[in-house]
């Protein structure tokens, strides 16, 4: 059981919008700052945004981040069928000393 | 180019020891803390615990804490997780990432920077 709750999937068709939503609590999301990650079939994770709504350098502006209290969303627009993966929310859990990480969200492009 | 490089695909017994690698390079590696994320066949990530190559300070996940060991040679910029008695349920992929974190308007940790991972399989 993750501490983070996502939906276990979500799809849309291409050129479609969709959001994905990280749920927590005040010892976590509430409190500190919301990463997520694009992992594609077969390969390692990959950071898309970090600090709630911030894109690393490469990272296509057709994903963007919020945060409100203790959940976080992820927005992908104009969808691709390349954006076919799951998406992982993640953050620091201050009651564990620990990060944490949802159980990820299954994307797929009709 | 900022990269880390793990070890490859390991196939054990239950009961026997392994320990695997992540060297990194192109920063200065001993300023960034290592984490440790684990994932099970078809399932989610699972942080396991970050490790500060300067000073060798190690934080565990509550539920990796005596189950997993993670070090660090900064003297050739290597980060190691190992294991002392291996189960079939340590059969995952393990990722090493390199971890961004302070304190702004609270506390930011991100990993930016991922290993391929490798692949534990433990078997009879």
């Known amino acids: 059981q993750s501490v983070l709750t996502q939906p276990p999937s979500v799809s849309a068709a291409p050129g479609q919008k969709v959001t994905i939503s990280c749920s927590g609590s005040?010892?976590?999301?509430?409190?500190?700052?919301v990463s997520w990650y694009q992992q594609l079939p077969g390969t390692a994770p990959k950071l898309l945004i970090y600090?709630?709504?911030k894109r690393p350098s490469g990272i296509s502006d057709r994903f963007s981040g919020s945060k409100s209290g203790a959940s976080a969303t992820l927005g992908i627009t104009g969808l691709q069928t390349g954006d076919e993966a799951d998406y992982y929310c993640?953050?620091?859990?201050?009651?564990?000393?620990?990060?944490?990480f949802g159980g990820g969200t299954k994307l797929t492009v009709l | 180019e900022v990269q880390l490089v793990q070890s490859g695909a390991e196939v054990r017994k239950p009961g026997e020891t392994l320990k695997i690698s992540c060297r990194g390079s192109g920063y200065s590696y001993s300023t960034y803390w290592i984490a440790w994320v684990r994932q099970m066949p078809g399932k989610g990530l699972e942080w396991m615990g970050i490790v500060y190559p300067r000073d060798s300070e190690t934080r565990y996940s509550p539920s990796f804490k005596g189950q997993v060991t993670i070090s660090v040679d900064n003297s050739v910029n290597t980060a190691y997780l190992q294991w002392s008695s291996l189960k079939a349920s340590d059969t995952a992929i393990y990722y090493c990432?390199?971890?961004?974190?302070?304190?702004?308007?609270?506390?930011?940790?991100?990993?930016?920077?991922w290993g391929k991972g490798t692949t534990v399989t433990v078997s009879s």
């Open positions: 600090d709630n709504n």
């Open positions: 005040s010892s976590d999301i509430g409190n500190n700052y």
């Open positions: 990432a390199r971890r961004r974190s302070g304190f702004l308007r609270g506390f930011f940790q991100y990993l930016d920077v």
């Open positions: 993640g953050t620091w859990d201050s009651s564990l000393d620990a990060g944490v």
